[in-house]
């Protein structure tokens, strides 16, 4: 059954308390998602200019990177760890920004 044939058979106070659930996980900052074993929303490329770790403006040659930790937008002197995330699916290693590295 899709979401939208499932969305149809809810009584209204059901997709009342669903679309109130999807909200209120909506509104969790990414930096901590990862309690409820989300994988973070990453920020879209085209609205940061810097990045989001050490403010340093992105060019030809400072790439962008997601951290798949907090999806935050990074240059690669700010991601160089790799760390497992296993609640997001990810066995081996992949990018993760220092911040959420030295955290976790």
Same mark, same amino acid.
């Given at each position: 059954?899709?979401?939208?044939?499932?969305?149809?058979?809810?009584?209204?106070?059901?997709?009342?308390?669903? @679309?109130?659930?999807?909200? $209120? +996980?909506?509104? +969790? @900052?990414?930096?901590?998602?990862? +309690?409820?074993?989300? /994988?973070? $929303?990453?920020?879209? @490329?085209?609205?940061?200019?810097?990045?989001?770790?050490?403010?340093?403006?992105?060019?030809?040659?400072?790439?962008? =990177? =997601?951290?798949?930790?907090?999806?935050?937008?990074?240059?690669?002197?700010?991601?160089?760890?790799? +760390?497992?995330?296993?609640?997001?699916?990810?066995? $081996?290693?992949?990018?993760?920004?220092?911040?959420? /590295?030295?955290?976790?």
């Amino acid at each position: 059954m899709s979401t939208r044939e499932r969305q149809l058979s809810m009584s209204t106070k059901e997709k009342e308390l669903s @679309d109130k659930a999807q909200y $209120d +996980i909506n509104r +969790i @900052d990414s930096d901590k998602r990862w +309690i409820l074993n989300m /994988a973070p $929303d990453w920020v879209p @490329d085209e609205k940061v200019q810097a990045c989001q770790r050490c403010a340093k403006p992105f060019s030809f040659t400072n790439r962008r =990177h =997601h951290c798949r930790c907090c999806g935050k937008v990074v240059c690669d002197d700010c991601s160089k760890s790799r +760390i497992p995330l296993p609640q997001y699916g990810f066995l $081996d290693p992949v990018r993760a920004c220092s911040n959420c /590295a030295k955290n976790k």
